[in-house]
Structures are given as C-alpha cells and as structure tokens.
Nanobody, 125 residues
C-alpha cells in the first residue's frame, strides 16, 4: 500500500529551524514529482516547495532563501529544511507525490495522487 509519512514538526521560536522529513513506502520516489504543502485552518493548501523527478525546484516567494527542499531517492525520502522561521509559517505541513507524466502542474494540490497525514509546525515565542 502506497503511503507517505511526515515527521519533524513541532514548536519553535521565531528565527529557529526545523527539518521535516517525508518517507515513502509501497512505492519508490525515483520517477515521482514530490512537494511540500501547508495549510492553516480555513484556507486551502499552499505550495511551499516542490521538486520534479529530475531535480527541478520551484518554491513559494515567501520561503525562498529560508527553506530548502531535497530528495534522497536512495532512502526514498523527501526533506524540507526550514530556517529563519516566522510566525506566519505556522501550519500543518504535508508532503505529496505523483508519478511524473506530461502533466507537470506540480504547484497545484489536485495534481498529486498521494498525500501524507501532515505534521504540525508552530512558530511562536
């Protein structure tokens, strides 16, 4: 059974760092486009940072220079290093995956077939 599991969320002070991980099971990520999304109550999923199967990255302007996405196909994992965190980064963070195809709208949530359960990130003093 295909599954994505996120970990690494928590409570951090403004300016702090967290590293999120997403581990895939039941399938290999090698030819998958994968991404990180976040959601706050009452709002839609927002694309944070996405990476294609061949390593192309697209990130939200609000996180550029602070967040770094990386994939490790040998470990079947996706990570998000988050530095200089701000209170507005508070959200539930999800990883998502879809096998690469001619359709590559990787910043659109509905593009993805597999989703994790989410991990809470709270930035507060």
């Amino acid at each position: 059974q295909a599954q994505l599991v996120e970990s690494g969320g928590g409570l951090v002070q403004p300016g702090g760092s967290l590293r999120l991980s997403c581990t895939a099971s039941g399938f290999t990520l090698d030819y998958y486009n994968i991404g990180w999304f976040r959601q706050v109550p009452g709002k839609k999923h927002e694309a944070v940072s996405c990476i294609t199967w061949d390593g192309k990255i697209t990130s939200a302007d609000s996180v550029k220079g602070r967040f770094t996405i990386a994939r490790d196909n040998s470990e079947n994992t996706l990570s998000l290093q988050m530095n200089s965190l701000k209170p507005e980064d508070t959200a539930v963070y999800y990883c998502a995956a879809r096998r690469a195809s001619v359709l590559n709208t990787i910043r659109i949530p509905s593009y993805y077939h597999y989703w994790g359960q989410g991990t809470q990130v709270t930035v507060s003093s």
